[in-house]
């Protein structure tokens, strides 16, 4: 017997060396493909004192305290970071280059800070959330919108964004909760028991849904009376898990790159390009606590008094698990008015041989499911031969046939499906537009159609691939302003009754 166990281990033994043998190659050579990469930069390593945490909240407690440390922010930011950068035709691009084409601050507004618009008469508040790495300028048109239609908006800057990349390396997302609290707080005192709304934007739609879940328990404010969110963080990769270990690694003298999963030059003015170690550990740590607790809700039963909820989604999103949103948020929640918009990829392209991600499993699973008790507007091409596009609206617990909305919208030529990052964006948007807006005078990063050798641009080939603005803009958000003066008790006489 003894024996016997004796030749089993030791074969085990080998393979385990073997194992720990190539988990340590795999390592070392990770560290030399990261090291091979460009340097970090005083962007990437100064820490500003002055921004906010959840260990300031008793101190920080109204929108003015919080935007009293913005503007230290942006002072430190003048001392520590755009001093020490060169100026010059060379660093045209550079974000934090003072007076470059990318430099925020020769913008105005500087939608890197907090900001708040609609009237003082305002028939309802609503928060605009946006996600790790992004800025308040990723909700700014919906939010001007909002603010056209009476409501009382509140852009919030997140802590650790809209200055340098960083803050990446230290913010957590029960910072980012405690912000949330803050903007909440401040609407609901201001507007007096009327209506509040959150729009949440990927990571920003998972703090919405926190928020929310501690309303619903007593412990934070106001229920929200809807919510809408936009490519939402409810599942992401597995990957994220085991990364603290590389923010750990990162802290010995000659690894800083490791801190950074990328690291990229910084020339968008509203959003970083470069991604810390850490802020994929925070996304990670946040969709697992919501979703525990959604699960935990729905072991009892269909979660109810759950406010209305749209939720804006892509079949095909790199950044997150659009499976997720259904399985693990929408099913779990009692027909009480859900909706999911689902855009489908381009249909009339998939007769290139170049597509090679279909979604329609999805997109067939869930138009078929005669058991989920959610409402979809797939928008699709209304057949394989044509670049317009319908919205098929399916109702809860439905089988039959989906009622058809033409939308008078088409595919553009050069467009295969959307992306993770375009969904809240119209297609005039001056900054990520599909045509740079007249006049010039500022960075365009929209519909940039260059070729050339590869290594020549300073934007990099896979960053001008995304798409950066949503075609059906148009209609979605007409669908927004419907479901938020739905949840306002505001029909709206002039939109018609959408979809849903």
């Known amino acids: 017997m003894i024996r016997s166990l004796r030749n089993l281990l030791g074969p085990a033994r080998y393979l385990a060396a073997a194992l720990l043998g190539f988990l340590v190659g795999m390592l070392l050579l990770y560290v030399w493909w990261v090291r091979s990469g460009p340097p970090v930069q005083p962007w990437h390593e100064v820490e500003l004192e002055s921004e906010f945490t959840a260990d300031r909240a008793a101190e920080v407690r109204t929108l003015a305290d919080y935007r009293r440390l913005e503007d230290r922010l942006e002072q430190e930011m003048e001392a520590k970071v755009y001093a020490v950068t060169p100026t010059g035709p060379e660093y045209a691009l550079v974000r934090y280059s003072a007076g470059s084409a990318s430099d925020p601050r020769r913008m105005r507004p500087n939608w890197n800070r907090s900001f708040e618009l609609g009237p003082e008469d305002a028939a309802g508040g609503v928060l605009l959330l946006h996600g790790m790495s992004d800025g308040p300028y990723s909700l700014r048109a919906l939010g001007q919108s909002l603010a056209e239609r009476g409501y009382r908006v509140l852009g919030l800057r997140m802590p650790g964004h809209g200055t340098i990349p960083s803050g990446l390396r230290t913010v957590t997302w029960e910072d980012m909760a405690a912000a949330t609290r803050l903007g909440v707080r401040h609407l609901a005192e201001s507007l007096g028991g009327k209506p509040i709304h959150l729009m949440g934007y990927s990571t920003g739609a998972a703090l919405a849904l ?82 525990a607790r959604i699960g935990a809700l729905a072991a009892e039963g269909p979660i109810r008094a759950f406010p209305p909820t749209l939720l804006l989604l892509t079949a095909v999103d790199a950044t997150v698990s659009p499976d997720a949103v259904a399985d693990q948020l929408l099913k779990h929640l009692a027909p009480e008015g859900h909706e999911l918009i689902l855009y489908d990829i381009n249909r009339f392209a998939i007769k290139s041989p170049l597509l090679v991600a279909d979604p329609a499993p999805l997109t067939e699973r869930l138009m078929g499911d005669g058991a989920l008790p959610f409402a979809i507007s797939l928008i699709t091409n209304e057949t394989p031969e044509s ?114």
């Open 210 to 291: 926190d928020y929310t879940l501690n309303a619903l328990e007593g412990s934070d404010g106001p229920t929200p009376a809807s919510l809408v969110l936009v490519s939402p963080a409810i599942g992401i990769t597995r990957l994220a898990a085991i990364t603290p270990w590389l923010d750990r690694l990162a802290r010995l003298p000659g690894l800083e790159q490791l801190a950074w999963t990328a690291n990229l030059p910084e020339f968008d003015p509203f959003n970083y390009n470069s991604f810390s170690v850490n802020a994929s550990v925070q996304v990670h740590r946040m969709t697992r606590s919501v979703g």
């Open 387 to 500: 670049r317009y596009v319908e919205a098929r609206f399916k109702p809860p617990f439905s089988t039959g046939a989906a009622r058809i909305e033409p939308l008078g919208l088409a595919w553009p030529d050069d467009t295969m499906s959307l992306s993770h990052v375009d969904v809240p964006f119209p297609p005039d948007d001056p900054l990520y537009g599909r045509y740079p807006p007249e006049g010039g005078g500022q960075i365009f990063l929209g519909q940039l159609a260059v070729r050339g050798e590869r290594g020549v641009l300073k934007i990099p080939a896979q960053w001008l691939l995304r798409l950066r603005h949503n075609p059906f803009y148009d209609y979605q958000k007409r669908r927004v302003l419907e479901w938020v003066e739905r949840g306002s008790g505001r029909p709206d006489p002039e939109s018609g009754s959408g979809s849903g």
